[in-house]
């Protein structure tokens, strides 16, 4: 283990410790998609929503009825693992909110599947074999705001999509080809998560996301070569890890100017264009590790609220003293509390304790041993 840096007394702002004390920051994800879903974070939600007022008002409880093989208790229907085929056409409550149908072999949904649930809130549809879905399937579904349709078969987005709906997941299935007006009447969506699908920039036709006003969508481990140019300007984080984008252009960001979070790590990136990063005034956290950059990303220090940028696991075998802090005063608002570069050719005892002028915490910085 190599010495560490004390910063000299003039410049007392932070030291770097060894790196068997500097452990890695820990990312903060929207979801964890790799996992089922969880009914009773879901409830949680759907009461949260009510309280809040963008739900729905509760109606008086009827009859209570159950599928064969589920569990049925206040708004929740439970048929997860039972092997089913399609969706149960008997016994379900009409006040049905969340149903749950995750982990069964459903091949396909058909047009009246969902006819007696005006009411529905959530509905899981994850890991099953579905293919095809009726055009009009999800049109009794007035109310519905979360659709998870993640890990299946599917070739393409649904149509006709509730208008209501808020959230929709379509993870890891074979869309190649999202179509112009795709998600055209959907004012009310603000998430959508569609990585694992092999997508090329082709596949996202010009006006794919007309309409849509998102906070957060994510096209990961998909085959996007560059920064898709026609996204929604609203989103606040966008995700475009484990795709093969190979550089950032000048003018690949410049209709992105909300984001607040931006993911591009596991991709074959070597080169930032200087200037690509002013059109981002408003970001905290940069994620470009594991990556190919031979050299930190210029204009770093004029990001005024920028606190985390992840880069490690790059090419980078420098360090100058103003890659991350302005020289003069007032120009960053937000201290950085998270600056990574372990994995890099870099010998850390040579940078200059300077560097990190602007950085809040002596914890904040990760170098490590590089190991070819």
Request: glycine share 6%; charged share 20%; aromatic share 10%.
């Amino acid at each position: 283990m190599g010495p560490f840096i004390t910063v000299l007394p003039l410049l007392t702002i932070v030291h770097l410790l060894p790196l068997s004390l500097a452990l890695p920051f820990e990312q903060k994800v929207f979801w964890d998609f790799g996992k089922e879903i969880d009914v009773k974070d879901l409830m949680m939600m759907m009461m949260k929503d009510e309280e809040d007022g963008s739900a729905f008002e509760p109606e008086p409880p009827v009859q209570p009825t159950c599928p064969f093989a589920c569990h049925c208790g206040h708004w929740v229907v439970q048929c997860s693992d039972q092997g089913l085929h399609y969706v149960p056409d008997y016994g379900i409550p009409t006040d049905t909110r969340l149903f749950d149908l995750q982990s069964n072999n459903i091949l396909e949904i058909r047009e009246g599947d969902f006819k007696k649930l005006p009411n529905l809130y959530s509905l899981i549809l994850v890991n099953n074999q579905i293919s095809r879905i009726h055009p009009r399937a999800f049109a009794p579904l007035k109310r519905l705001q979360r659709l998870y349709l993640s890990h299946n078969l599917l070739t393409s987005i649904p149509k006709n999509l509730p208008p209501s709906l808020v959230e929709l997941r379509i993870h890891d299935n074979r869309i190649k080809k999202v179509a112009a007006r795709t998600f055209l009447g959907l004012a009310n969506m603000n998430v959508i998560e569609m990585g694992r699908n092999p997508l090329q920039n082709s596949g996202l036709e010009p006006g794919a996301f007309m309409g849509l006003r998102l906070n957060f969508l994510r096209i990961s481990e998909a085959k996007l070569t560059g920064v898709p140019k026609d996204l929604p300007d609203t989103l606040h984080e966008l995700h475009l890890d484990h795709n093969q984008i190979q550089a950032i252009e000048l003018e690949d960001l410049s209709q992105y100017r909300q984001l607040y979070r931006l993911g591009l790590s596991f991709n074959h990136i070597r080169n930032i264009e200087h200037g690509s990063l002013s059109y981002l005034p408003n970001l905290r956290e940069l994620h470009l590790d594991n990556n190919r950059l031979s050299s930190v990303p210029s204009g770093l220090p004029f990001m005024k609220y920028l606190q985390v940028i992840y880069l490690h696991s790059n090419n980078i075998s420098n360090v100058g003293v103003d890659d991350f802090c302005p020289t003069g005063f007032g120009m960053k608002r937000a201290f950085y509390n998270g600056i990574s570069l372990f994995g890099n050719p870099i010998n850390y005892w040579e940078v200059e304790p300077a560097t990190f002028r602007c950085v809040s915490d002596r914890l904040a910085i990760q170098f490590g041993n590089y190991k070819k």
